[in-house]
């Protein structure tokens, strides 16, 4: 398997626990208004909207790079 694949595998299981703790705290807000603060929603929209941005920003990087050491691997593969 490729650097390039695995990164991406990562990437999509780390963006879906994100993603599963914000729908888990969406819903506890929405079952618990009492015991939350009026601005909760926006809150945890705001937070972790951007924590998977910043990781998909990252992860573009991350991509990018392993695909480049995917090629020199190829290359220096078929010098040797």
């Known amino acids: ?5 695995r990164v ?4 999509v299981i780390i963006e879906a626990f994100l993603a599963g703790i914000w729908w888990y705290l969406a819903r506890y807000g929405m079952a618990n208004p009492d015991r939350v603060t009026s601005d909760f929603q926006s809150v945890v929209g705001q937070t972790m ?3 998977m941005g910043g990781l998909l920003g990252i992860g ?3 991509v990018l790079v392993a695909a480049r050491n995917d090629r020199k691997a190829a ?3 078929t010098r040797a």
């Open 8 to 11: 991406l595998i990562v990437l």
């Open 60 to 62: 573009i990087v991350l």
């Open 1 to 5: 398997m490729s650097r390039k694949a």
């Open 75 to 77: 290359q220096d593969k």
């Open 49 to 51: 909207g951007m924590a």
